[in-house]
């Protein structure tokens, strides 16, 4: 093993499906040390949620001069998503049930409510201009980004590579993302809590089911968590 000791504590990842496992072989070329005062259960939601956020927010580019767009903005990706963009200064609107719109405006993320209606809500938050899209669900976002006026390259989606490809747009997601060194990004920003990684639940590895019936419902606020 290079650079890493017994006993060094690490964050990291495999391609062999291993996040229930008790223990598991890694390459050391997936793994990061884990910065000194991020919590546990944060490093364990960095994988594939931060990577992806942070992949989505690189394959949009967005400045202090541009509007972006983020569906799913109070889920696990999306809730890191809105803030990694924050971070770059630009205007970030979130997509998102009524329940998550307190903790998205914490953030600064001026929020929006999705469903019926919603292209014309984000063009009154936006003041008609929008930038870039950061899609996180699917369903229509991607089209509805292209009806605001978008241009493809600065769409990026994780859920919908058909509508992607058909307009040529990046899909830039977990594959992009799998590397220690984006991991070590987010991690060393969470270690300072910003981004803030929102935990909705943690589950000890017996109660996995629960935990994922939990995931199904789909409402999820951040990430939900397997901790020993
Ligand atoms: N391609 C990749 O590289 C990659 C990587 C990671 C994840 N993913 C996929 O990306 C998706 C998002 O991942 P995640 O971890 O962020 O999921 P998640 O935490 O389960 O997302 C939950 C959020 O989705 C919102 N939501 C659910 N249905 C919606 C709808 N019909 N319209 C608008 N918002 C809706 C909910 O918002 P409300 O509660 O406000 O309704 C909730 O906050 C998942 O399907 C996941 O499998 C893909």
Redesign the pocket.
Known sequence: MRGFRVGDEVLGFTHRRAGHAQYVLVDDVHLVSRPAGLPWEVAGALY??GT?AY?GVFAVDPGPEDTVVV?????????LAVQLARLRGATVIG???E??HAWLEKHGVLPVT??PGTAERIREASGGRVDAFID????G?VALAVELGVRPARINT??DGKAATEIGAP?Y?????ASAVVLGEPARLAARCRPEVPIARTHPPEAVQEAFRA?ER??????IVLRP
Request: a positive charge; one cysteine or more; hydrophobic letters at 30%.
């Open positions: 594939v949620a992806t992949a569906s799913g903005a109070a889920g696990g990706v999306g809730s997509l998102a049930s329940p998550h999705c469903g996180t669900i699917g369903e976002y994780i859920r899909t997601g977990e594959g992009a993302a995931l789909r409402h999820t606020h951040g990430k």
